[in-house]
């Protein structure tokens, strides 16, 4: 592999003059490469949105909650999001003083109490969920929201990434609403809140919105916030910006609501890498493959469940140059296949590849699957210093797993 790194665009600009060899020295295999200054440019984009709009930024941490890097953010966010009592606690503890906001399918009751002294806003998904819990919050003198269901699917391919699809069971359609919504739930409500975008761009957004208005516009004048949830790949190059900020305004004149946007991906994205090693090469009739010591199944779970093929460095397109190879994992699962890459020379044992965009659904999604190692979570610092966060051995593995 070619050293320094070239790629001047993302995912791997971040690295741009890096010498590939030094890096890989320095860092254990497999491994998570956080990179503080590339979250910092993301953060401060989203600053400069903030700034431009009034408009409140959230992280949600589901997609990125390593922590250690929550002081980069810092500057930039008005508080995070959380999907349950756990990430509320982190971003409670580990942002002290910023908002905290917390949507969840339904809430427990042997959870709410604690739930009530971490959070600021509640967003529950039903009128059930909101009559059961919202007097309790609203006396402990949180901030209360519903989840609408906008009914207005604006992707295609990723039904599992579908909120608005028929049936789904998030957030409250407009009939749900006209059913079960009293004068008095509704006198609860401080503001609502819809999320059914997945890395999309503010078109989708706004065609979203129209929908919002068209079904809910006549409760918003009474709402103090509106949500506009996630999935806007606003860090992404090429994302519209223009627009994304036409559809905030639109949403402040309109119902005089303050906006809050709860991005997880736009924060961190391209902002990660994850190295690996080449175990074994093989060849299986027409197809040449390597095995790595990082697992789709195990280390990338969205390669597997969004699907989607993760950038590499030095890696083409199949068969665009001489060397096609399928990377797969070294577990026991047929479908650990992480992809079909082309390289300019044959891969050897012992080769070591970086994969990228690789900090957002990855740290905080993996898993010890066929008794796979975690791999370490490293930070590359802005003045280019390598860093140990954190790494993991048997008793990660073994703990979850029975008595300790
Ligand atoms: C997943 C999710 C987000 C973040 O979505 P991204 O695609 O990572 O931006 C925000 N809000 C809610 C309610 C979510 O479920």
């Known amino acids: 592999m070619a050293t320094p790194v070239r790629d001047g665009r993302p995912p ?58 929550y002081p980069t953010l810092a500057p930039c966010l008005a508080g995070t999001e959380a999907s349950g009592l756990y990430e509320a606690r982190l971003g409670r503890e580990e942002l002290p003083g910023k908002e905290v906001h917390v949507f969840c399918g339904a809430y427990r009751e042997d959870e709410f109490d604690r739930l009530l002294t971490y959070a600021d806003h509640i967003v529950f998904n039903s009128p059930r969920q909101l009559a059961r819990f919202g007097p309790r919050a609203k006396a402990a003198g949180k901030s209360l929201g519903l989840r609408i269901n906008p009914e207005c699917s604006t992707q295609e391919g990723h039904a599992i990434y579908d909120p608005c699809a028929p049936g789904s069971r998030l957030g409250t359609t407009r009939s749900q609403w006209d059913a079960q919504m009293t004068p008095e739930l509704v006198s609860l409500l401080d503001g609502l809140h819809f999320h059914t975008l997945c890395e999309q761009d503010s078109d989708a957004l706004e065609v979203t919105l129209q929908a919002v208005e068209a079904r809910f516009g006549d409760v918003l004048p009474r709402m103090s916030w509106l949500n506009f949830g ?76 969004m699907p989607y093929r993760p950038p590499l460095l030095g890696g083409g397109e199949p068969g665009e140059g001489p060397y096609t190879y399928r990377l797969g994992g070294p577990t026991c699962l047929a479908g650990d296949v992480i ?62 797993l029975g008595r300790r």
């Not at 979250?39 to 949600?60: F, V, W």
């Not at 559809?247 to 709860?262: D, P």
């Not at 590849?353 to 999604?365: E, P, Q, R, S, V």
């Open 230 to 305: 996630g999935g806007h790949h606003i860090t992404r190059p090429g994302y519209d910006l223009p627009r994304l900020e036409g559809c905030i305004r639109h949403a402040r004149e309109r119902w005089g609501v303050e906006v809050y946007l709860e991005p997880g991906e736009a924060w961190a994205l391209n902002a990660g890498y994850l190295r690996a090693t080449v175990l074994d090469v093989l060849q299986n009739g027409e197809t040449g493959i390597a095995i790595l010591d990082a697992s789709a199944a195990c280390h990338m779970p969205d390669v597997l469940e």
């Open 12 to 69: 791997f600009a971040s690295l741009a003059g890096v010498e590939l060899g030094a890096l890989f020295q320095a860092l254990p295999s497999p491994c998570y490469l956080l990179d503080e200054g590339a979250l910092r440019q993301n953060g401060e984009m989203m600053a400069r949105l903030a700034q431009r709009t009034g408009c409140k930024l959230l992280l949600a941490q589901k997609a990125f909650s390593n922590y250690d890097l």
């Open 339 to 400: 992809g079909d890459y082309s390289f300019s020379a044959p891969l050897e044992e012992g080769d070591s590849l970086l994969f990228g965009d690789m900090a957002i659904y990855t740290t905080c999604k993996n898993n010890t699957f066929n008794g796979m190692p975690l791999p370490a979570i490293w930070v590359r610092r802005e003045d280019g210093g390598l860093e140990e966060l954190v790494s993991f051995g048997y008793h990660d593995f073994k703990g979850r």
